[in-house]
C-alpha cells in the first residue's frame, strides 16, 4: 500500500525455511538493508498470523516482505505466500 493508511492484520504461509517476516512503513518497496517498523520470526514450513485492533497506523505506506536477516531487509527465498488486510 502507498500512501497513509490502517494495517489491521495479514497471515503467511511459509512453504521453506525459517526466515523473518518485516513490515515496513514506507511509501517504496524495501531494498536491502532497510530497518523495519516491526519484525516476527517465521518458523520454517508454517503459518503465521498478526493482528492489529483498532489497525496499526502507518504514515508514508505500508509494505510486507519475508527477510532473511531480522535486523536489515535481505530478500528472502520466494516462498512465502501473504494475506493482508489494510485500509
Sequence with gaps: KTG???LYGFSVYNSGA???????????????SDV???V???AA?????ANWIPGRVFEYGCFIANSST???YTAGSA???FDVQFL
Design 40 to 42: 516476527f520470526t517465521m
Design 18 to 32: 525459517a526466515q523473518f517476516v518485516q513490515v515496513f512503513d514506507k511509501a517504496t518497496a524495501p531494498v536491502t
Design 70 to 72: 531480522g535486523p536489515t
Design 4 to 6: 497513509p493508511g490502517f
Design 45 to 49: 514450513t508454517s503459518n503465521f498470523g
Design 79 to 81: 516462498d512465502c505466500f
Design 36 to 38: 523495519p517498523a516491526v
